[in-house]
Every structure is written in C-alpha cells, then in structure tokens.
Nanobody
Framework: QVHLVESGGGLVQPGGSLRLSCEAS????????MGWYRQAPGKQRELVAD???????NYADSVKGRFTISRNNAMNTVYLQMNSLKPEDTAVYYC??????????????WGQGTQVTVSS
C-alpha cells in the first residue's frame, strides 16, 4: 500500500514563504509523477504543480513565477517552495503521486492534506 506523508504547512503573512514536502513509500514499483493540488473552502480541488520522472514540470497560471516544484527521485520525495504568498493561496494542499505498483498496474495516491493559511 502506497503511503504519502506531507509536512510544511502553516500560517504565514502575505509575501512570506513556505516549503511543503511529501514522501511516498510502500509498494512503489516506479513513480510516474508527483505533484500538489489544493482545495479552498467552497471550491474544487485544483492542480498547483506537478513534476514527472523525466523532470518535466507543470504549473497553474496563478502560481507561475512564485512556486517551484522539485523532486528527489532516490527518496520518492516532492517539494513545493512557495514564495510571495497571497491570501488567495490559502487552502488545504494535497500531495499526489501517480505510481506503478507493478509493471502493468498504476494508480493515483493522495496525502492527508496540509493547511496553508496566508493572512496578516
């Protein structure tokens, strides 16, 4: 069973920075991609950024130039460096991992979520 553990959320003032981390473990044959989604109250979950095993990255327009996603392939860990945070970035952030659990079976797995609050 694949398990994701997130860390790094919290309360920060507008213009501040936070770094989220997520480590995937258990039953992973190969990681396809890892990423971060967020869900604000009353809104749908949306992609923030993701990164493939080939190091291709994808960002939501709203975070381009402010957020940076990176990976440590050897440790199946993904990071999200968030700079110049805005109140509208407030949300629960969820780690996602798309992995092969065998040479033919792949699935999406989710972390439990970490709260990010941007407020003065």
């Amino acid at each position: 069973q694949v398990h994701l553990v997130e860390s790094g959320g919290g309360l920060v003032q507008p213009g501040g920075s936070l770094r989220l981390s997520c480590e995937a473990s258990g039953g992973i044959f190969r990681v396809i991609s890892m990423g971060w989604y967020r869900q604000a109250p009353g809104k749908q979950r949306e992609l923030v950024a993701d990164i493939t095993s080939g190091w291709n990255t994808n960002y939501a327009d709203s975070v381009k130039g402010r957020f940076t996603i990176s990976r440590n392939n050897a440790m199946n860990t993904v990071y999200l460096q968030m700079n110049s945070l805005k109140p509208e970035d407030t949300a629960v952030y969820y780690c996602n991992a798309r992995v092969y659990t065998s040479n033919v079976q792949w699935d999406d797995y989710w972390g439990q979520g970490t709260q990010v609050t941007v407020s003065s």
